[in-house]
């Protein structure tokens, strides 16, 4: 097992961000990731090329960052362009105390998957998507964003860079966190000067493990009308935390939010379907739930499948009524739910073989893995 004494090594990294995110860095950075890492083998300059693999039990991953080689990293100023980004090796930043993400919290987040397909191809999931939604999440917060190609184009560096961390198939996939924060220093309440644009990745399994079973949340809120509850801001986050630390205390793996009406919105992580006959249903994004872009493709993929999808307003008594519940998300893809709890009373759901959520699961995870042909034009090759 890794120890920490073991695994130090420096690093001299020549580049430069944004004068307050990182001038020049030169850490002593330990890669260490728990369980799941047996061992780390020093990186040679082709082992993203000749297919060299991490030395990592993969039967072990979970849902934890495990450090990976590079990451990508481009900024700009104020109502200036992103300029050309630059891979440099994963490590510690420098932040200016008073910068915009710091103090204000404006920044925001984007997450989607590489797979390794069983010919040995990688393939990345609709990043373009992820890449317009960040751009709409910029706009809500005053900040400026990557152009979609630049966005694509450091999600592919970045995982190219880290090739031989992506999870061999049927083990998991590269996670790719890109990231977008107010770098600049600001005192007063206003945007900052500077941005910059990280994108980092892990290899991850499973979010969930075991049977999921949530309860719903009737006294905190995720997000309220005229909020940032429909963009991927990083402040939607930790707000949610009390009411996952107390929904887990009770033995619950996680929580179903409402909006003060009592109105159905979404699990902590992901949007929410429930299945009654041969009709589905899912709360609109509206402006305080997440637009998901793996809910955007399971209404497209229900539609090739012959299912009615009506997104409208689900009030939660008709949890007692649904055949099926599902979540999605690119972090849990398509999740069945066991069970809910509302007021003290338990709803049990159909899951498993021959159900809607199963069969839509196969479908997304086919197309995602390479399994089912992409018809749909969803998938794109690594180089």
Request: charged fraction near 20%; aromatic fraction near 8%; include cysteine.
């Amino acid at each position: 097992m890794l120890k920490v004494s073991d695994c130090f090594r420096k690093w001299s990294i020549p580049s430069r961000i944004a004068g307050s995110i990182l001038s020049k860095t030169r850490n002593q950075y330990c890669r260490t990731a728990g369980a799941a890492v047996e061992g780390y083998n020093e990186p040679s300059v082709n082992s993203h090329v000749n297919g060299e693999s991490a030395n990592i039990n993969w039967d072990d991953l979970g849902f934890g960052l495990i450090p990976t080689d590079y990451m990508y990293i481009m900024n700009c100023s104020k109502d200036q362009h992103f300029s050309q980004g630059t891979l440099t090796p994963f490590g510690k930043i420098e932040m200016n105390p008073s910068s915009g993400i710091l103090n204000y919290g404006q920044g925001l987040f984007e997450g989607l998957k590489a797979h390794r397909t069983a010919n040995g191809r990688i393939l990345l999931f609709r990043p373009e998507k992820n890449a317009m939604r960040m751009k709409v999440g910029a706009k809500r917060m005053c900040m400026q964003a990557p152009t979609v190609e630049q966005f694509v184009n450091a999600v592919k560096q970045t995982v190219h860079s880290n090739k031989r961390w992506v999870p061999p198939p049927g083990k998991g996939a590269m996670y790719i966190r890109p990231l977008l924060i107010g770098s600049g220093p600001v005192l007063g309440v206003a945007p900052a000067s500077e941005y910059t644009f990280i994108t980092y990745a892990s290899p991850v399994g499973n979010y969930h493990k075991g049977l999921l079973n949530l309860i719903v949340e009737e006294k905190f809120r995720r997000a309220i009308p005229g909020g940032t509850g429909g963009v991927k801001a990083v402040t939607n986050y930790a707000i949610i935390y009390k009411p996952i630390a107390e929904a887990k205390a009770k033995g619950f793996t996680d929580v179903l939010f409402l909006n003060a009406e009592k109105y159905i919105e979404e699990v902590s992580t992901s949007n929410i379907f429930l299945v009654k006959g041969n009709e589905i249903s899912t709360p609109p994004t509206s402006g305080t739930i997440l637009p998901g872009i793996t809910r955007k493709s399971i209404i497209e993929i229900t539609h090739v499948l012959g299912y009615q999808v009506k997104e409208r307003a689900i009030p939660v008594e008709e949890l007692f009524d649904a055949e099926e519940v599902f979540c999605t998300g690119t972090a849990v893809g398509v999740n069945s739910v066991n069970s809910i709890t509302y007021q003290d009373e338990r709803i049990g759901y159909k899951r498993g073989a021959g159900t809607v959520g199963q069969k839509l699961y196969e479908m997304l995870t086919g197309i995602q893995t390479g399994h089912i042909e992409d018809k749909m034009g969803w998938t794109v090759e690594l180089d």
